[in-house]
């Protein structure tokens, strides 16, 4: 069976080629404004998000600079988070994170890659005060005001999600430490180097200044939802100083 030729007049091929054209110029004019005008923007929004953390969270938060070093890659210097009246929560060197674009038409955000460059995170406990307070009053108040019934599966699709959705592509941390202070009594300290390479999750994490050293080894897919990680120690088992020290109890692991 032979299927007739449809003869489209070369006016209307004209005419829609034209239109084609005129869509085509719009489209590049307007990436080309706002991409001569993202800097502005950026600063507009870290100006923003600062006064919001300090209104809503009570939080002194400064970024030395803040810039785009590609088409959707912003890197910002001297972070550093303090609570009001707290010890300093986060203070990071350098920090680069890129997004993926196309997610990002559609109000997803979806991270491509994401390098850290020295810094640490510190949580601190005080008596009956802590440095985290903005985010454990605000959890309690969210709890309080939820009154409808809870779906147990739904929360952790969500929360599945929501990780995935924030782990990058690839990855490159370097010399970031994780500290908590709980009264004096109990301490702990992560000093953390870690990679994602094309999927492959390699971190080497060193707990408590040599107490000992543990290995993350996995595979990460994002896109595809999939996530699967191995965790083990150098000469024995898993173990967190924390517990022993705080709740006096102890929980160890060959492999996790």
């Known amino acids: 069976m032979r299927i007739p030729k449809i003869k489209i007049p070369k006016k209307y091929l004209k005419i829609g080629a034209w239109i084609l054209g005129v869509f085509l110029i719009i489209f590049i004019a307007v990436g080309a404004y706002a991409y ?5 923007l950026l600063k507009k929004m ?6 919001k953390a300090d209104k809503d969270y009570n939080l002194d938060v400064k970024i030395g600079s803040a810039g785009f070093t590609g088409l959707s890659t912003v890197k910002m210097t001297a972070i550093s988070v303090v609570p ?14 890129g997004v993926k674009l ?10 491509a890659e994401l390098k850290l460059n020295e810094g640490f995170v ?3 406990f005080k008596d009956s005060i802590s440095n985290i ?3 454990l009053k605000r959890k309690k108040k969210d709890s309080t005001e939820t009154k409808s019934k809870v779906n147990l599966s739904e929360i952790a699709s969500n929360l599945l999600n929501q990780v995935l959705y924030k782990i990058p592509d690839d990855m490159d941390v370097k010399n970031m430490v994780f500290k908590l202070n709980d009264n004096d009594t109990a301490k702990l300290s992560f000093a953390t180097v870690a990679t994602i390479d094309g ?5 080497t994490i060193n707990v408590n200044n040599g107490e000992s050293t ?3 080894d996995g595979y990460v897919n994002p896109g595809s939802k999939e996530l699967s990680i191995t965790a083990y120690a150098d000469g024995k088992k898993l173990e967190l100083p924390y517990l022993n020290n705080k709740l006096h109890a102890k929980l160890s692991f060959d492999t996790l």
Do not use: Q
């Open 36 to 40: 001569s005008k993202r800097e502005a």
């Open 46 to 51: 870290v100006a923003k998000a600062i006064a």
């Open 84 to 97: 009001k009246d707290r010890d300093t929560l986060v203070n990071l060197n350098e920090l680069s994170v």
């Open 102 to 111: 196309f997610p990002l038409i559609f109000g997803n955000v979806k991270l």
């Open 122 to 124: 510190n949580i601190v």
């Open 133 to 135: 307070d903005f985010i």
């Open 199 to 203: 999927g492959d999750l390699k971190s």
């Open 214 to 216: 543990w290995h993350f």
